[in-house]
C-alpha cells in the first residue's frame, strides 16, 4: 500500500484554513474559528490512528489519538458543552493520554502493562472532574491531589519501561 506522505496531507490542511480564513476576513461567509479548527484536527487524528492501525503503527495510533481527542474537546468547548477554562478542564487533559494509550493497547493486547498505564491516567482524570465538579472532597486542593498522585504514575511509567525491557519489545512499533 503507498504511504500517504504526512508533509502533503498537512501542507493541504493549512492552505484550506488559509483560503477559508481569507474568505472569512473578506466578509464572503462566517463561521467560528474554534469549530474550524477542531474540524481540522478531528480529521486529521482520526486519519492518523485509523491509518496506524492498518499500519501497526504505534507512534501513529498514539499521535492521531492525542489529536482527535484533543478535537473532540475542543469541539465540546465551542458547542459550550464543556467550560472552557482552565479551572474547569484540567482533568480532560490527563484524560486524553490515558485513552489515547488506551488505543494502543488494542493494537496489542499482550501489552498489559500499557493498559495499567492507561487505566492510571483515565482513573486520576475522572477523579479530577469529580473534584472540579465539588461532589466530593478528599480533605485536600486538587494540586495536592494530584501532586499526591504524581509519584504513583511515575512508579506505573518505570515498571512498564522496565517490563518493556525484559520482554525485548523496545521497537517502536
Known amino acids: 500500500m503507498k504511504k500517504t506522505p504526512v508533509r502533503l496531507v498537512i501542507g493541504i490542511g493549512l492552505l ?53 481527542l484533543i478535537a473532540v474537546l475542543t469541539l465540546f468547548m465551542s458547542y459550550g458543552l464543556v467550560p472552557a477554562s482552565w479551572d474547569q478542564t484540567w482533568p480532560s487533559v490527563l484524560v486524553i493520554p490515558g485513552l489515547a494509550l488506551l488505543m494502543v493497547y488494542f493494537s496489542d493486547l499482550r ?19 469529580i473534584l472540579v465538579k465539588g461532589e466530593v472532597t478528599l480533605g485536600g486542593s486538587i494540586e495536592d491531589t494530584v501532586t499526591a498522585a504524581l509519584p504513583v504514575a511515575i512508579i506505573i511509567a518505570g515498571v512498564y519501561v522496565f517490563r518493556r525491557s525484559l520482554t525485548g519489545r523496545n521497537d517502536p512499533h
Open 111 to 129: 501489552d498489559f502493562a500499557l493498559l495499567a498505564v492507561s487505566a492510571f491516567f483515565v482513573s486520576l482524570g475522572i477523579v479530577g472532574l
Open 16 to 68: 484550506a484554513v488559509g483560503v477559508l480564513l481569507l474568505i472569512e476576513r473578506a466578509g464572503v461567509v462566517r463561521f467560528d474559528l474554534m469549530k474550524l479548527v477542531g474540524y481540522v484536527l478531528l480529521l486529521a487524528g482520526g486519519f492518523h490512528a485509523v491509518t496506524g492501525f492498518g499500519a501497526a503503527d504505534r507512534k501513529r495510533i498514539l499521535w492521531g489519538s492525542i489529536v482527535f
